[in-house]
């Protein structure tokens, strides 16, 4: 039998219940100031917003969270300069270390994690009007702060007072039609709230309509807001060059396509025009955004990262110092030097060295006999035995020569790795290396000692890059997800040799891209392009045959190229400018021309007689990607990547055009394969055009 409880004892249990209690709302409350806001917060966080309205930004208040009944989200801001998606939080004695956001000695940070979640989801569904995803922000206002700023992951977090200045730095991202895209978009994606809900957003006092409004500005005029300090900054605004209209909007397969998530080493892949460098910059933008590390982009023309790295300064200026561009010769040159490890590149001792043992053993041998040119040699050693790191003669013995049209005996195969071998034993004596040897001494290095500073890798015209370049670059991430990105076309190769992702061991596995659509040529232009490859047949790095005529949509339509044969240089060179003064005269500005060559001799003779007949001209060697109104001029291997509305293909040789001659001798060999890259070569050169293609030939 037990007994009953004494009165004292019942009393402590009371005692003890009470104490619970009164712990358990001390934690709700605590909780609730975490996670609730002062009715006069919002409002003062509104109002301070509220100056933007006059310069054409929408302000939408109570909106609910997508796919979510109950919760709210605080302050949708449509603009100019982005959409943002706005958190108001009345936290005080706020710290930031190490990336983790502190309140006192309390760790909130991962209640920005809903936030970031959202501005993520936004991504993907604004990504269907085309919006790319680094115009959506996810911003925690932080009311009656000033100065406090700092990013937590893909979340920026802003004092009240700043908040303003903060989404007007981005300056002017969407013309007027595409704002009018994102605000219908963002009206639709976050429906106004008809009843309160757990968190309800206080309506500002003086306004009684659910969304504060206010039309576009244009550049023209400059409004008045009611702010000294955010009139200045809209004065610099409106004065700053008007953004390229890719930076802000892609065509919805490529904004899909930028978000995307490989599981491994990924390869986007499509012809001219279809704008894969475009999807390569915003793809180097997100993953910096979204991953922690170090974005690489990198490319073998050696002029292309610069204009790329002016172009990210324009598109993802929040993030673009974590974003590295540099040519893949000099990220390994790079390497090498700070690891300590000597090297010296020497190309005059090379080519030297070269001569003498093409002099005293390839032109007497087999070799001579079969391809007089030592030019073709050379690039069996650069291209074949180095480019794809072949060390012994039995691999060399039996490997598929890609991309090289003539055939070798086992017999000249032994010749070849015999002037290979003293042409290697003299550049050792010398103390010397040529440029093959650089990649192949990074790889080498990193193969021994991997780095971690990269997250992602995206290679540009990777077609261009020999097997033991890949290597080199996938040895710094490896087979991470969404690590490896490569870029590029396999009728764009425009250098001996090749290579297949096999042998350098990378397997896509399904994590192949194409894109289909060309947005940059008319469909005149990509026409006559394609119809000099009509009869070539390719073999891409994935190892399968590819058709020279791709499966494309073509947006555009416009006149045809004009074609115009010369019978001399010097006729030639003399029209050159007349086009230039007549496409200005039709409205062409001067530095939407490019005037692009086969060989370095005809930029020279361009921009003299540009020169001669006073016309602005930039030498593409100098050109970074900032707008200059010269025409631009250069090789075409220097225009790789670029774009212009008119080009000026120059000092073509007659032979290498369709329909110059009735009957065209067959060509055997080295002559076969210079006359096919040349092919590619103007076939990448005439793709640069947007609008207008005009072709000087020469005999």
């Known amino acids: 039998m037990t007994a009953a409880p004494s009165a004292g004892v019942d009393s402590r249990r009371q005692l003890m219940l009470a104490e619970k209690r009164e712990h358990a709302a001390a934690l709700a409350r605590k909780a609730a100031a975490r996670y609730q806001v002062e009715p006069h917060v919002e409002r003062d966080v509104l109002n301070a917003l509220k100056p933007l309205t006059d310069i054409g930004y929408h302000l939408l208040p109570n909106r609910g969270w997508p796919g979510n009944r109950s919760a709210q989200v605080d302050l949708i801001v449509v603009g ?121 957003l206080n309506a500002v006092p003086d306004l009684e309509a659910s969304e504060i409004t206010g039309e576009i500005a244009t550049q023209d005029t400059l409004p008045l807001i009611s702010s000294a300090a955010l009139r200045s900054q809209v004065a610099a605004v409106v004065k700053a060059p008007a953004l390229e209209e890719w930076m802000a909007f892609l065509d919805p397969e490529q904004a899909r396509l930028v978000r995307r998530s490989f599981n491994g080493p990924s390869r986007i892949r499509g012809a001219a025009g279809t704008g894969k460098t475009i999807v390569g910059l915003h793809r180097a933008a997100y993953l910096a955004r979204t991953q922690p590390g170090v974005v690489l982009v990198t490319s073998f023309v050696s002029t292309l990262p610069a204009v790329q790295a002016s172009l990210m300064k324009r598109l993802a200026p929040d993030i673009r110092e ?9 990220f390994a040159k790079r390497l090498l030097s700070d690891r300590g490890i000597r090297t010296n590149l020497q190309p005059a001792i090379a080519d030297a060295e070269f001569d003498i043992v093409w002099r005293t053993i390839g032109k007497p041998g087999p070799l001579g006999r079969l391809e007089p040119k030592p030019t073709y040699w050379e690039d069996e050693i650069d291209h074949v035995i180095k480019g794809r790191g072949i060390t012994t003669f039995d691999e060399y013995a039996t490997i598929e020569r890609a991309g090289r049209l003539r055939g070798l005996s086992l017999d000249q195969r032994r010749a070849m790795w015999e002037l290979f071998t003293a042409y290697q034993a003299r550049m050792l004596a010398r103390g010397a290396h040529d440029e093959a040897d650089i990649i192949l001494l990074a790889e080498q290095s990193l ?66 891209v194409v894109l289909g659509t060309n947005y940059r040529n008319t469909a005149e232009i990509l026409r006559f392009a394609e119809s000099l490859l009509a009869n070539d047949d ?18 555009r339509s416009g006149p045809a190229p004009l074609l115009v044969r010369f019978s001399n240089r010097a006729a030639h060179d003399i029209e050159v400018p007349r086009r230039i003064r007549a496409l200005v005269d039709d409205g062409v500005q001067y530095g939407d021309i490019g005037i692009l060559a086969l060989t370095t001799f005809g930029v020279r003779a361009a921009i003299a007689s540009l020169q001669k007949a006073n016309i602005p001209v930039l030498e593409l060697t100098h050109y970074d990607g900032n707008p200059v109104n010269a025409v631009k001029v250069g090789t075409i291997k220097r225009a790789k990547g670029l774009e212009f509305n008119q080009v000026l293909l120059v000092q073509v040789p007659s032979n290498l055009l369709p329909g110059e001659h009735d009957v065209i001798e067959p060509e055997e060999g080295a002559a076969a394969e210079h006359t096919e890259l040349q092919k590619r070569e103007l076939y990448v050169a005439m793709t640069r055009a947007r609008d207008s293609l005009w072709i000087g030939t020469i005999p």
């Open 538 to 555: 390719f073999v891409d790095i994935e190892g399968a045959r590819k058709s020279a005529v791709d499966d494309v949509v073509v947006a």
């Open 80 to 200: 100019p300069s982005g959409l943002y998606i706005v958190d108001t939080k009345s936290w005080s004695d706020v710290t930031i270390e190490g990336g983790r956001v502190y309140r006192q000695d309390t760790d909130v940070t991962d209640d920005l994690a809903s936030l970031a979640d959202l501005a993520y989801a936004t991504e993907a569904a604004m990504a269907d009007i085309g919006l790319a995803p680094g115009e959506v922000h996810a911003l925690v206002v932080l009311a009656g702060q000033s100065a406090i700023r700092a990013r937590i992951g893909t979340v920026e977090m802003i004092g009240e007072t700043s908040a303003a200045s903060y989404i007007l730095e981005r300056g002017l991202r969407f013309t007027e039609p595409q704002f009018k895209r994102v605000l219908a978009a963002s009206r639709d994606y976050f429906p106004v709230v008809a009843a309160p809900a757990q968190r309800t």
């Open 322 to 330: 974590r974003i590295e561009f540099v040519g893949t010769q000099s």
């Open 447 to 512: 193969r021994n000692d991997p780095i971690d500073r990269y997250c992602a890798v995206i290679v540009d015209e990777a077609q261009d890059l020999s097997s033991s370049m890949i290597r080199m670059l996938h040895h710094l991430v490896g087979n991470k997800p969404d690590g490896l990105t490569m870029i590029g076309d396999y009728k764009q190769s425009i250098y001996p040799g090749g290579y297949t992702l096999g042998e350098v061991g990378i397997s896509l596995a399904g994590r192949g």
